[in-house]
């Protein structure tokens, strides 16, 4: 079976200060990634979307990167945080060969991230 | 631009006070709605995909209609461990890649 995960589960960071966030994925080749966020009472953001290694779209400009340097992983970055940045952030996969079909997202547990 | 609305925002039940969660949604062209139940301090978990009007999924004391404006999450006989909020996402063509997601249904069920 498939499985996602993402850390660290919780990260405090102060402004200013760089940004890594890690997610793995097991049980399956070539899938496709995703990087949410969601406030406080509110639903997902969509952040960024991989296709494969090394391509990244990004739906929201802001301070944050996205990278996947291997085909089931993908990373969320910034050089410098912002208080804004602060959140939920989770990844998620479906399967990459039914791309273009209406197969559902697998979330991870999320990391929660706030800015001092 | 897709737009998904749920309602209402929170909901009080007794033990075994059915009830239903609203999702309504403006797409063009739906390709798919998603039901996602959400632990406080977790990621969402999926539950069921509605893909044409008319169709309904079950699972446990859970069941998902689909019209074409909305779609409807019944809980029969819920039970306090049914607490969460629920999330209703939709899909749209030319964008498979992305869920349109409501803001979601957080649901407590009382003992």
């Known amino acids: 079976s498939q499985t996602i995960h993402q850390w660290p589960a919780t990260l405090v960071q102060p402004v200013g200060s760089p940004l890594s966030l890690e997610c793995t994925v097991e049980g399956t080749s070539n899938p496709n990634l995703y990087w949410y966020r969601q406030a406080a009472g509110r639903g997902l953001q969509l952040l960024f979307y991989?296709?494969?290694?090394?391509?990244i779209s990004s739906e929201v400009p802001q301070n944050l990167s996205a990278s996947r340097p291997q085909d089931r992983q993908f990373i969320l970055s910034s050089k410098k945080l912002l208080l804004s940045d602060s959140g939920f952030y989770l990844c998620?996969?479906?399967?990459?060969?039914?791309?273009?079909?209406?197969?559902?997202?697998?979330f991870g547990d999320g990391t929660r991230l706030s800015i001092l | 631009e897709d737009q998904v609305t749920q309602s209402p925002e929170a909901l009080r039940l007794q033990e075994g006070e059915s009830s239903s969660l609203n999702c309504s949604y403006t797409v063009s062209g739906l390709r798919g709605l998603f039901w996602y139940r959400q632990d406080p301090g977790k990621g969402p978990e999926f539950l069921f995909t509605l893909y044409s009007a008319g169709e309904e999924k079950e699972k446990e004391r859970l069941k998902a209609t689909l019209t074409k404006k909305e779609s409807f999450l019944h809980i029969t006989a819920p039970k306090p461990e049914d607490s969460a909020t629920y999330l209703c996402?939709?899909?749209?063509?030319?964008?498979?890649?992305?869920?349109?997601f409501g803001s979601g249904t957080q649901l407590t069920v009382l003992p």
């Open positions: 996402a939709v899909q749209a063509p030319g964008s498979a890649r992305q869920l349109t």
């Open positions: 998620a996969w479906s399967p990459g060969l039914l791309f273009d079909s209406n197969q559902p997202q697998h």
């Open positions: 991989s296709v494969g290694i090394g391509q």
